[in-house]
T-cell receptor
Framework: KAGVTQTPRYLIKTRGQQVTLSCSPISGHRSVSWYQQTPGQGLQFLFEYFSETQRNKGNFPGRFSGRQFSNSRSEMNVSTLELGDSALYLC???????????FGQGTRLTVV | SQQGEEDPQALSIQEGENATMNCSYKTSINNLQWYRQNSGRGLVHLILIRSNEREKHSGRLRVTLDTSKKSSSLLITASRAADTASYFCATDGSGGFKTIFGAGTRLFVKA
């Protein structure tokens, strides 16, 4: 069974630009969650999707958005990038929320 | 604020010794999970303990849960250099539909 795939693995963007990250969950998993990981803040919950619906959202500004498609693949978008958005963005898929989560390798975003 | 908080923040031990990490959380939970992360990579699930369980084992891992104290501990016995990683506890946060991670404990096992 293929694992969680995140693309791209690395990304360098300039302040003010926008970025879209992609996550393909494990086949059959309908719950996809996104996290931002920085050295200072640890793992911060961004949002969770299930069957194309956002069920919960973390404490992030509206510049952070996401969506989930009918095949459970998910994308997250960050607009008007700031230097502080530089982080490792992790996607996790679960069969059911609050069970074992399977993580992708992450997308490392650097904003310059 | 984070639901789970690990303690200590960092731990350095010799190979063969046991490593104990603690996690405290704030609200009631359905389950608590422990994950490992090798440097800059995705997290790997280690063990899940339900709120009605007090102890669980998996290989060299032993997890305890004390819901009255809202705390959990992860014990790694006979540690190896390959156990060097960050360890996170995760709980279901209030409001549902999200898994909240603590800041993690960085474990360094010296060969």
């Amino acid at each position: 069974k293929a694992g969680v795939t995140q693309t791209p693995r690395y990304l360098i963007k300039t302040r003010g630009q926008q970025v879209t990250l992609s996550c393909s969950p494990i086949s059959g998993h309908r719950s996809v969650s996104w996290y931002q990981q920085t050295p200072g803040q640890g793992l911060q919950f961004l949002f969770e999707y299930f069957s194309e619906t956002q069920r919960n959202k973390g404490n992030f500004p509206g510049r952070f958005s996401g969506r989930q498609f009918s095949n459970s693949r998910s994308e997250m978008n960050v607009s008007t990038l700031e230097l502080g958005d530089s982080a490792l963005y992790l996607c996790a898929s679960q069969q059911v929320i609050n069970t074992e989560a399977f993580f992708g390798q992450g997308t490392r975003l650097t904003v310059v | 604020s984070q639901q789970g908080e690990e303690d200590p923040q960092a731990l350095s031990i010799q190979e063969g010794e046991n490593a104990t990490m603690n996690c405290s959380y704030k609200t009631s939970i359905n389950n608590l999970q422990w994950y490992r992360q090798n440097s800059g990579r995705g997290l790997v699930h280690l063990i899940l303990i339900r709120s009605n369980e007090r102890e669980k084992h998996s290989g060299r891992l032993r997890v305890t849960l004390d819901t009255s104290k809202k705390s959990s501990s992860l014990l790694i016995t006979a540690s190896r250099a390959a156990d060097t990683a960050s360890y996170f506890c995760a709980t279901d946060g209030s409001g549902g539909f999200k898994t909240i991670f603590g800041a993690g404990t960085r474990l360094f096992v010296k060969a």
